[in-house]
């Protein structure tokens, strides 16, 4: 074999092995920050239309959630004026209160996250919280154990209800007035 032969084979080589090296560390990168998480579609602004006697394909398409399911004490809307708190009720950071601005709030495990929950069942990027017109929602990250409200897993943003209980990991929290 030539010498030329020899050193394109050491070339190619190393250029695959380099191309392995970066699919690894994408790979592991990917694991541990996820992977960017689609934004939801801003509200549309409340018509000043009259209300209409039934629903309109304008309106379905516009309200993509379902509507909160009703306590025994009444359904309460978390409005931005309403709700001012998360009060976490159990798990590791128990009694901590976190005031809410109206801004998105990161759940998980990454020190990047709004709430930072250091638990072995919480994802690095486990849940989010935002303000969706004047509702907030809770969004599950795609976490391996799932995020719950009011019992029930989330698997599509949903309406938080004030006093509900949110389960991320172990840590289960409120959002209170």
Do not use: C
Not at 4 to 13: C, R
Not at 65 to 81: L, N, Y
Not at 122 to 133: I, N, P
């Amino acid at each position: 074999m030539s010498e030329l032969t020899l050193l394109l084979l050491q070339i190619g080589f190393l250029v695959l092995l380099w191309f392995f090296v970066f699919a690894v560390v994408y790979s592991l990168r990917a694991d541990l920050f996820g992977v960017k998480v689609r934004k939801l579609p801003e509200p549309a602004p409340a018509a000043a239309a009259p209300p209409t006697a039934g629903p309109s394909d304008a309106t379905a398409a516009v309200a993509p959630v379902a509507p909160p399911r009703p306590r025994s004490s009444g359904p309460e809307k978390a409005t931005r004026d309403a709700v001012s708190r998360i009060v976490i009720t159990s798990g590791p950071k128990t009694g901590l209160e976190l005031p809410l601005t109206g801004e998105p709030l990161t759940i998980g495990r990454s020190s990047e996250s709004g709430l930072v929950i250091r638990d072995d069942y919480t994802s690095s990027h486990h849940a989010r919280l935002l303000l969706w017109g004047e509702q907030w929602m809770i969004q599950d990250l795609d976490s391996t154990n799932g995020t719950w409200h009011d019992g029930q897993r989330v698997s599509t943003p949903v309406p938080i209800i004030v006093g509900a209980t949110v389960k991320v990991g172990a840590t289960t929290f409120e959002l209170r007035k």
